[in-house]
């Protein structure tokens, strides 16, 4: 599975392998396995125009681990970074994760790319994130209207802690080997105190369970 900070092993194998078997990038797969010079444009020019693209940025590429990577400099040259190359096949579970998974928030186009760009490479990449963006039904409903009435603050007077506390759930996030799926935030609206637990779900039952074991119990409430 792809996590947004550290992509599992499991995960770049499937991705070497996915390139091997992708026509579009397995013919300078093998030339750089090969450490062959670049190939003459007749070596090329009867191939895809991804293969082609590819090709054009062969001094940008290399293999890691196996996995074909492409260097990515910004504008000022000060910063680089390694960009591995995605197959078309697994192009949908990059979009999905820094998009519409539970860490991808559903933001923008810029903003999309520019995670992407972090980590990954393709062809036509900015085509593909404007049309999975445009194509997101939630995202629209996340923006919401561009035009928005700010309601009203409200100040709560409190006096003592844990006299009021604040709860948020978040999830689903990818279950652990407990059963657990959700972060509940508990937060003393006093002191601004965090406390965070994990949850198999957010059935109410759930919630009111968990604040009296863990909170109310445990503060002698």
């Not at 750089?32 to 054009?56: E, G, H, I, L, R």
């Not at 810029?110 to 085509?127: A, C, M, N, Q």
């Not at 637990?197 to 445990?218: D, G, M, W, Y």
Request: with cysteine; proline share 5%; hydrophobic share 35%.
């Amino acid at each position: 599975m792809l996590k947004t900070d550290q992509l599992s092993n499991e995960w770049k194998d499937s991705l070497q392998h996915a390139q091997q078997e992708d026509s579009d990038i397995k013919p300078i797969l093998e030339w750089m396995k090969a450490s062959a010079p670049k190939p003459k444009w007749s070596d090329v020019s009867a191939m895809s125009s991804t293969t082609q693209s590819y090709w054009a940025q062969w001094d940008s590429l290399l293999i890691q681990d196996g996995v074909l990577c492409r260097k990515w400099e910004n504008g000022r040259r000060d910063r680089c970074h390694l960009q591995m190359v995605v197959t078309k096949a697994k192009v949908p579970d990059v979009l999905q994760l820094y998009h519409s998974g539970c860490s991808g928030g559903h933001l923008g186009v810029k903003r999309t790319l520019l995670k992407i760009r972090e980590r990954f490479y393709w062809v036509h990449y900015r085509d593909d994130v404007e049309d999975w963006c445009r194509k997101c039904t939630s995202s629209a409903t996340v923006k919401g209207p561009q035009i928005r009435n700010r309601g009203a603050l409200k100040l709560y007077n409190v006096g003592a802690p844990w006299e009021r506390i604040a709860i948020d759930v978040a999830g689903p996030f990818p279950e652990s080997e407990s059963g657990n799926k959700y972060f509940m935030v508990v937060i003393d609206y006093f002191c601004k105190w965090p406390e965070v637990f994990v949850i198999p779900n957010q059935e109410a039952s759930t919630v009111a369970n968990k604040l009296v074991h863990e909170v109310f119990c445990r503060k002698e409430f």
